[in-house]
């Protein structure tokens, strides 16, 4: 069983930058791929980053993958999303979820345990 706790939304200017945690509580963190996904108002969610258990291999999408940066720190059960640069078009809610014993896809069904989403506001 995983839970966690996501922080770090807020609103921002446009080319400013934020940097979410996701702080999860239970033993099986450190067996699981951990992935950041986001949903913008009238869309659907989709896939922004994702990272092996041993922070050793990382994916993002296209839109993001010169600006934002998934790592982990699994001596303390979290894992981080760094957005730079950012674009009123990141807007939208933020959750990180886990793949257990997963490889890290972008398929949002292959993930077991969801956080509570945090906002992200950019304005222009």
């Known amino acids: 069983q995983l839970q966690f706790v996501e922080s770090g939304g807020g609103l921002v200017q446009a080319g400013g930058s934020l940097r979410l945690s996701c702080a999860a509580s239970?033993?099986?963190?450190?067996?699981?791929?951990m992935g950041w996904f986001r949903q913008a108002p009238g869309k659907e969610r989709e896939f922004v980053a994702s990272?092996?258990?041993?922070?050793?291999?990382?994916y993002a999408a296209d839109s993001v993958k010169s600006r934002f940066t998934i790592s982990r720190d699994n001596a303390k059960n979290t894992v981080y999303l760094q957005m730079n640069s950012l674009k009123p078009e990141d807007t939208a809610v933020y959750y990180c979820?886990?793949?257990?014993w997963g490889t890290g896809t972008a398929k949002g069904g292959n993930y077991e345990y969801w956080g509570q989403g945090t906002q992200v506001t950019v304005s222009s």
């Open positions: 979820a886990a793949d257990l």
């Open positions: 990272i092996t258990w041993s922070g050793g291999t990382s």
């Open positions: 239970g033993r099986s963190f450190r067996n699981a791929a």
